[in-house]
């Protein structure tokens, strides 16, 4: 959210020029991204209409509302001085059941059978989604958290945000090496968190297999690889309420 991008992100249409990996389980292979706009669904739809956008809040506010909300923001258009803050709220989504399961449901359709070992889920927004994805295919959940979170020993990955600097932790031996992960955030927008995320649990040894993320900017749409890795996106964020 708001972070700078600090990582590899490729556009895979461009690489598609030259290449064009096969399809392994339902899944693009290993560096294809893909978006569930690509096969469209109904629930996506009801998805997207569920989330609330609420314009021209403060940049000045955004820092402390990082830890203390459960919105998804992204920037308005017009540039770093920019009036304010664009946010896609999900607490609205969160309210009404039948559209919260449908998210959930998505993603546990996308990723059951594919052996994944664990979900990794970036605080804390990822931990709304990534637990109920864990138990439905049958892995377990690693919480990545802020410093000093965690209790006992950790492994620390730190990166650039648009106001300062950021780390996520986890714990030491969450990781079994070459387990299946993935990676479940609600809102991508340049990757930066994404791809420290990935930083992290490659060195504790993990098989990084794709990022899920409920809402994605329109970038994102257009097969995106983050560190090599495949970024699922539900719906693209909206920049105003219907």
Do not use: W
Not at 11 to 29: D, R, Y
Not at 91 to 107: H, M, Q, Y
Request: glycine letters at 10%; hydrophobic letters at 45%; one cysteine or more.
């Amino acid at each position: 959210m708001g972070e700078e991008a600090s990582c590899n992100a490729v556009s895979v249409m461009e690489a598609a020029k030259q290449q064009q990996p096969p399809k392994e389980n339902g899944l693009a292979a290993a560096g294809e991204a893909v978006t569930a706009a690509a096969a469209p669904d109904p629930r996506l739809q009801g998805i997207s209409d569920a989330i609330r956008v609420v314009p021209h809040f403060p940049k000045e506010a955004l820092i402390p509302l990082l830890s203390l909300t459960v919105c998804a923001c992204m920037r308005r258009g017009g540039g770093v001085d920019g009036a304010g803050i664009m946010f896609n709220d999900i607490t609205t989504l969160l309210l009404r059941p039948g559209v919260f399961k449908d998210a959930v449901d998505l993603f546990v359709e996308r990723y059951r059978g594919m052996g994944i070992d664990a979900v990794a889920g970036i605080e804390a927004r990822g931990f709304i989604f990534g637990p109920a994805i864990a138990l439905a295919i049958g892995a377990k959940f690693i919480p990545l958290r802020k410093p000093r979170k965690l209790p006992g020993e950790v492994i620390s990955e730190k990166y650039v945000l648009e106001y300062g600097t950021d780390c996520l932790e986890m714990h030491v031996g969450a990781i079994v090496p070459a387990e299946r992960v993935i990676i479940v955030d609600d809102l991508v927008a340049t990757g930066g968190t994404l791809c420290a995320a990935i930083r992290l649990l490659e060195r504790a040894g993990a098989d990084v297999v794709e990022c899920a993320c409920l809402i994605g900017l329109p970038k994102f749409k257009n097969f995106y690889k983050l560190n090599g890795k495949p970024v699922y996106v539900l719906v693209e964020s909206r920049e105003s309420d219907k």
